[in-house]
């Protein structure tokens, strides 16, 4: 955490808000903490959220002085947020908010680093020391994660398609629309690849911890290359040799697996995953091929992606 000494309290927390624009200005003070995460989502950037009892004071320029320099220090831009009295109480919840409190959040719901405002006037203490060390915080959650695949960004915030597969191997059929109210983990996979052997035991791992909360983890299979024939009873040993037991679709001839990821462009692995929200929109996308909590040397990304996947459903479960 770090804590900034020494500063009026209104004149930070309005500067914050007005740092890198106007009021209204490409969303402002009117975006809501929701349409901020998914504009973050999308961008890979980092959140600025102001909470504040009062929006009264003077503006100043401590928010450009050192917390705009320390964003581009670290190679970040960021959106911001102004958070109302509205707001406070679920964010104190959330986040253990202290109003009032000037926060930095990774799009998943983290906290890179806060500021706590002491009231009164102080002198602020070695600005450029505070400079540095925001910029070292902001380094330090831009290299973990750096690992975030911008492929397919531009498909969170949307709606999900439909399922289209020709049956289901191991649950009831159902529909994406069925789902709401449910946080869902959907990952194409196959049985050739060693990628998914990997992968599919970590999402029976989220599937045990989470089910009783409202996540519904789901497997389509798609046979590669396309068009060849195996049997169901080769993907059913498999599926037991994972020891997995969430819901598996038949996605043999690709339609659902074109209709999320395929058609969009060219893609580098077909093994995607997609984490969609309660009201059925897609809040993350991993491209592939791989993500799990183990491994050796050489699957530090791996084990960096699990970890945000994990982060990223508990953000979404706990959202209303």
């Known amino acids: 955490m770090t804590r900034i000494e020494g500063v009026r309290t209104t ?14 200005e490409d969303g402002g003070w009117g975006r809501s903490l929701e349409e901020a ?11 600025l959220a102001v909470f504040s009892k009062s929006t009264q004071g ?18 970040c831009s960021f959106e911001r947020v102004w958070v109302d009295a509205r707001a406070e109480r679920s964010a104190a919840e959330r986040f253990g ?27 602020i203490a070695e600005p450029a020391k505070l400079a540095g060390q925001l910029a070292g915080e ?15 960004a531009e498909l969170v915030g949307r709606e ?42 970590a999402l029976e791992t989220l599937h045990r911890r989470y089910a009783g909360r409202g996540l519904l983890v789901l497997g389509f299979y798609h046979p590669k290359p396309y068009g060849v024939h195996r049997t169901l009873a080769s993907v059913q040993e498999m599926l037991d ?17 074109n209709d999320y990821w395929l058609s969009g462009g060219a893609r580098t692995a077909t093994s995607a995953s997609f984490l969609i929200d309660r009201k059925g929109r897609v809040r993350l996308v991993h491209s592939g091929p791989e993500l799990h909590p183990g491994g050796g040397p050489g699957h530090e990304e791996c084990r960096r992606a699990f970890v945000q ?6 953000f979404l479960l706990d959202e209303p």
């Not at 902001?138 to 397919?152: M, P, Q």
């Not at 439909?162 to 059929?173: F, V």
């Not at 037991?245 to 043999?252: H, S």
């Open 97 to 123: 908010v202290e109003v009032p409190e000037v926060l930095i959040l990774s799009w998943d719901g983290r906290v890179i680093t806060r500021f706590v405002v002491p009231d009164g006037r102080e002198r």
């Open 160 to 201: 999900a398609p439909s399922w289209r597969p020709e049956g289901w191997l191991r649950g009831e059929p159902r529909q994406v629309s069925d789902a709401r109210g449910k946080v869902i983990l959907m990952r194409f996979f196959t049985n050739t690849c060693p990628y998914c052997a990997a992968t599919m035991p």
């Open 37 to 47: 995460f998914r504009a973050a989502a999308r961008s890979g950037r980092p959140v």
């Open 138 to 152: 902001l380094e330090a959650w831009r290299k973990e994660a750096a690992f975030v695949s911008r492929e397919g």
């Open 11 to 24: 004149a930070l927390l309005l500067t914050l808000a007005l740092c890198v624009g106007a009021a209204g």
């Open 309 to 314: 996947l994990e982060s990223a459903v508990q």
């Open 241 to 257: 040799g994972w020891k997995t037991t969430f819901p598996i679709a038949l996605d043999t001839d690709w339609r659902t697996l």
């Open 58 to 75: 003077e503006p100043g320029a401590l928010a450009e002085a050192l917390v705009h320099p320390a964003l581009v220090a670290a190679g």
